[in-house]
């Protein structure tokens, strides 16, 4: 059974930063994808950040990029998102997604508040 859990929410003032990790665990990947959705209140879930374990650059949303940095730890299977110049629009649940043979999984969410 494949299981995948965040940790690394919290509070924190605008500017600030967070580093959330997500752990994949229950067999042996290969050939997937590890990345980072986030859902605020009222609002559907939208991408952040993902990185292949393929191989090639890392990819964003726009609205993060040049404040956040998804990176990968492959003997961990894990992946994290470092988010620097923390504004309140980031405020939302953020979930890690493991896509691997055309199948999703998900975590159970962290909460990320930024206060202005």
């Known amino acids: 059974q494949v299981q995948v859990v965040e940790s690394g929410g919290g509070l924190v003032q605008a500017g600030g930063s967070l580093r959330l990790s997500c752990a994949a665990s229950g067999r042996t990947f290969s050939l997937y994808t590890m990345g980072w959705f986030r859902q605020a209140p009222g609002k559907e879930r939208e991408f952040v950040a993902a990185v292949s374990w393929t191989g090639g650059s890392p990819y964003y949303a726009d609205s993060v990029k040049g404040r956040f940095t998804v990176s990968r730890d492959n003997a961990k299977t894990t992946v994290y998102l470092q988010m620097n110049s923390l504004k309140p629009e980031d405020t939302a649940v953020y979930y890690c997604?493991?896509?691997?043979?055309?199948?999703?999984?998900w975590g159970q969410g962290t909460q990320v508040t930024v206060s202005s």
């Open positions: 997604n493991l896509r691997v043979g055309g199948n999703d999984y």
